[in-house]
């Protein structure tokens, strides 16, 4: 199982929107839909920020939402904020019953 | 809340095996699978595998199969995995990682991570 494929960076102003993509194939994103995102600082564990697409956990900014389209899944942060440079991971379940991570993606607020 | 504290950093040479812990609370460790998941220095995540504390149920990702461990202690809500064979391409936090279900959907809880460093 190949790693999900993200921008290795994305970069905006305070105030602004970035999008964050994830693109899988068929056996992953494409064909369900338990996908979820995933910040983590510095040498810190990462944190859930949205599950099952679109989802977001109890406590999480409504700044960040999820989305989907065939095998591609995207995390929006709208308003951006110093506090929200970090690396981002999607992951999604997949056919084989297991998980898969992306590649990553740092985001940088200029 | 939900705690997964894992046991403390590693150093170990190439060829030997190494064993991590996670000790979970706050919520019922056979109701919820758990994941282990590695991140190299610098590099991004990467599932290991998946077990099932109920059953002892195990599925590990191909590239780990016959070198990883996964088990699990009802008593004490502590799960383990073990690597065996070390290289020193395998330095990296491990971190087990609780789905939010008795079955394979996402990660909804991480543990702190534990450093393992293979090194001559």
């Known amino acids: 199982q190949s790693a999900l494929t993200q921008p290795a960076s994305v970069s905006g102003s305070p105030g602004q929107s970035i999008t964050i993509s994830c693109i899988g194939t068929?056996?992953?994103?494409?064909?369900?839909?338990?996908v979820s995102w995933y910040r983590q600082y510095p040498g810190k564990a990462p944190k859930l920020m949205i599950f099952?697409?679109?989802i977001r956990p109890s406590g999480v900014s409504n700044r960040f939402s999820g989305s989907k389209s065939g095998n591609t899944a995207s995390l929006t942060i709208s308003g951006l904020q110093a506090e929200d440079e970090a690396d981002y991971y999607c992951?999604?379940?997949?056919?084989?019953?297991?998980?898969?991570f992306g590649t990553g993606t740092k985001v940088t607020v200029l | 809340q939900v705690q997964l504290v894992q046991s403390g950093a590693e150093v170990k040479k190439p060829g030997a095996s190494v064993k991590v812990s996670c000790k979970a609370s706050?919520?019922?460790?056979?109701?919820?699978?758990m994941h282990w998941v590695r991140q190299a220095p610098g590099q991004g995540l990467e599932w290991m595998g998946w077990?099932?504390?109920?059953?002892?149920?195990?599925d590990y990702a191909q590239q780990f199969q016959g070198r990883v461990t996964m088990t699990r202690d009802t008593s004490i809500s502590t799960a383990y995995m073990e690597l065996s064979r070390l290289r020193s391409d395998d330095t990296a936090v491990y971190y087990c990682?609780?789905?939010?279900?008795?079955?394979?959907?996402?990660?909804?809880?991480w543990g702190q991570g534990t450093l393992v460093t293979v090194s001559s």
């Open positions: 990682a609780r789905d939010t279900a008795a079955l394979v959907q996402y990660v909804e809880n």
């Open positions: 706050g919520y019922t460790f056979t109701g919820y699978y």
């Open positions: 077990f099932n504390p109920n059953s002892g149920a195990t």
């Open positions: 068929s056996s992953d994103i494409g064909d369900y839909d338990y």
């Open positions: 099952d697409v679109t």
């Open positions: 992951s999604s379940y997949t056919g084989s019953n297991t998980l898969v």
